[in-house]
């Protein structure tokens, strides 16, 4: 049936017919902290471990089915994308997301996010495809979480600080197994790249911003035209290109979701609970693990993970996404500081000062090899040309483009005969007169 090429376990493995979706909680102190602009260490440290942990887990699972006589393979947490003619496509080769849609562990919200019953959409995912036939879980439905929980809510397109999904109750839908599953409309999904790779992090009121080190100067000045989809992502390109740490940052992420490292490794960082209160500790502590693990040096911030607020303030309670909403709202802004350390201000007159008396600068050498390397990364790692995907997608697109046009066309009928009504109740009916019925007339 027609869903996104990225629900096709045979392109992970051949002769692939099942899934098993896994998915493990955030931890919320480390989210509250985050939010609260309190420390965004304590999250990137949890994140580091649960990615390798829910890696671990799903090559567990992996091993108990080839001990049945089946094949397996564990899919990567994350980075793990197919080759393409445009590199920075990132389509994944398995949609954990769809995955978990499909094998009834979630559903979409507004954002576009999965969310699950049990702890909204504040979650990490991996998936086990397998030969094996197994019986699914029932699904949730497509509306399960968007009529009963995110039409009194949509809090999550308040946290954006680029404002990349609708508010309002305008929603589009993609298709999962020939099935409409809708989210809220999406402006252009190049906002959120920059957003969320910390290119811009200060909020459209200029009140808050994200864990994020870099402001798009033209954006703060005006809000950028998301129809403008060029120039959007040449300041995208610009962005990555003007920090210079691009390269270094996705390595990290990479490096700490896409590769199995032994498993000792994460077990030995803390978890949220065990983490010294002292931030410089707590610095070592990832610092340490990126230099020894993942071989990634030189970053003076191992804080990749600097937004993903729409996922994050989603906790599974309305009561609980307020208050994660209400943490942002009040949060402030942060930005360089003395040393380049990320330091909070409450106003963007603060931040303004705070950025001009202690300048973010890189060493020459250092910014222009992390610019050459971040334009040979993706090419090297994900250009390439895959008949199937490419055949895949076109019928897909053209699918979809036949499914919300018929979408449309329907809702236009639906508000024509809605009109027609109103105006056919808003004609005044005249009243009859004349004398007075007898008793007992017929």
């Given at each position: 049936p027609h869903s996104p090429p990225s629900l096709d376990p045979t392109f992970v493995m051949s002769g692939a017919k099942s899934i098993v979706s896994i998915v493990l909680p955030m931890d919320v102190d480390a989210i509250y902290e985050f939010l609260t602009k309190k420390s965004a260490t304590a999250h990137n440290i949890d994140q580091k471990k649960k990615v390798q942990d829910i890696f671990w887990k799903g090559t567990r699972i992996q091993e108990f089915l080839k001990s049945l006589g089946y094949e397996a393979k564990v899919v990567p947490t994350n980075s793990d994308y197919r080759r393409s003619p445009?590199?920075?496509?990132?389509?994944?080769?398995?949609?954990?997301?769809?995955?978990?849609?499909?094998?009834?562990?979630?559903?979409?919200?507004?954002?576009?996010?999965?969310?699950?019953?049990?702890?909204?959409?504040?979650?990490?995912?991996?998936?086990?495809?397998?030969?094996?036939?197994?019986?699914?879980?029932?699904?949730?439905?497509?509306?399960?979480?968007?009529?009963?929980?995110?039409?009194?809510?949509?809090?999550?397109?308040?946290?954006?600080?680029?404002?990349?999904?609708?508010?309002?109750?305008e929603e589009e839908f993609i298709l999962v197994n020939d099935e409409q599953h809708p989210r809220g409309k999406r402006y252009n999904i190049d906002l959120c790249n920059t957003a969320c790779f910390g290119l811009h992090a200060l909020s459209k009121d200029k009140k808050w911003s994200t864990w994020g080190r870099y402001w798009v100067d033209s954006w703060v000045k005006e809000h950028p035209d998301p129809n403008q989809k060029g120039e959007v992502s040449r300041t995208m390109f610009k962005s990555v290109m003007k920090a210079g740490t691009s390269f270094?940052?996705?390595?990290?992420?990479?490096?700490?979701?896409?590769?199995?490292?032994?498993?000792?490794?994460?077990?030995?960082?803390?978890?949220?609970?065990?983490?010294?209160?002292?931030?410089?500790?707590?610095?070592?502590?990832?610092?340490?693990?990126?230099?020894?693990?993942?071989?990634?040096?030189?970053?003076?911030?191992?804080?990749?993970?600097?937004?993903?607020?729409?996922?994050?303030?989603?906790?599974?309670?309305?009561?609980?996404?307020?208050?994660?909403?209400?943490?942002?709202?009040?949060?402030?802004?942060?930005?360089?500081?003395?040393?380049?350390?990320?330091?909070?201000?409450?106003?963007?007159?603060?931040?303004?000062?705070?950025?001009?008396?202690?300048?973010?600068?890189?060493?020459?050498?250092?910014?222009?090899?992390?610019?050459?390397?971040?334009?040979?990364?993706?090419?090297?790692?994900?250009?390439?040309?895959?008949p199937k995907s490419e055949i895949q997608g076109i019928r897909y697109e053209r699918a979809l483009k036949k499914a919300r046009a018929h979408a449309e066309a329907i809702g236009r009928v639906q508000e024509d005969e809605m009109k027609s009504t109103e105006k056919a109740e808003s004609v005044p009916v005249p009243l009859a007169t004349g004398p007075a019925s007898r008793p007992g007339s017929s």
């Amino acid at each position: 049936p027609h869903s996104p090429p990225s629900l096709d376990p045979t392109f992970v493995m051949s002769g692939a017919k099942s899934i098993v979706s896994i998915v493990l909680p955030m931890d919320v102190d480390a989210i509250y902290e985050f939010l609260t602009k309190k420390s965004a260490t304590a999250h990137n440290i949890d994140q580091k471990k649960k990615v390798q942990d829910i890696f671990w887990k799903g090559t567990r699972i992996q091993e108990f089915l080839k001990s049945l006589g089946y094949e397996a393979k564990v899919v990567p947490t994350n980075s793990d994308y197919r080759r393409s003619p445009d590199p920075i496509a990132t389509h994944p080769s398995f949609s954990h997301r769809l995955g978990a849609i499909s094998a009834g562990i979630a559903a979409h919200g507004w954002s576009g996010n999965v969310m699950t019953k049990e702890y909204g959409a504040a979650i990490y995912m991996s998936t086990v495809v397998t030969d094996a036939v197994l019986k699914s879980d029932p699904p949730l439905g497509p509306r399960y979480f968007l009529d009963g929980y995110c039409s009194k809510c949509k809090l999550c397109a308040q946290t954006c600080p680029i404002q990349m999904f609708h508010e309002d109750d305008e929603e589009e839908f993609i298709l999962v197994n020939d099935e409409q599953h809708p989210r809220g409309k999406r402006y252009n999904i190049d906002l959120c790249n920059t957003a969320c790779f910390g290119l811009h992090a200060l909020s459209k009121d200029k009140k808050w911003s994200t864990w994020g080190r870099y402001w798009v100067d033209s954006w703060v000045k005006e809000h950028p035209d998301p129809n403008q989809k060029g120039e959007v992502s040449r300041t995208m390109f610009k962005s990555v290109m003007k920090a210079g740490t691009s390269f270094r940052r996705y390595e990290v992420i990479r490096r700490m979701a896409n590769l199995q490292w032994p498993e000792e490794h994460s077990q030995a960082l803390p978890d949220q609970k065990n983490l010294p209160e002292d931030e410089s500790e707590r610095v070592r502590i990832q610092e340490e693990y990126c230099h020894n693990i993942l071989g990634v040096r030189s970053l003076d911030d191992y804080n990749v993970s600097t937004c993903a607020h729409c996922a994050l303030v989603c906790g599974p309670s309305l009561t609980e996404t307020s208050i994660r909403h209400g943490m942002v709202m009040e949060s402030g802004i942060v930005v360089p500081g003395p040393g380049g350390k990320m330091t909070r201000v409450d106003t963007y007159e603060e931040a303004l000062a705070m950025m001009e008396k202690h300048p973010y600068k890189l060493g020459f050498f250092e910014r222009n090899w992390d610019r050459f390397l971040t334009l040979f990364q993706f090419p090297v790692l994900y250009g390439g040309f895959n008949p199937k995907s490419e055949i895949q997608g076109i019928r897909y697109e053209r699918a979809l483009k036949k499914a919300r046009a018929h979408a449309e066309a329907i809702g236009r009928v639906q508000e024509d005969e809605m009109k027609s009504t109103e105006k056919a109740e808003s004609v005044p009916v005249p009243l009859a007169t004349g004398p007075a019925s007898r008793p007992g007339s017929s």
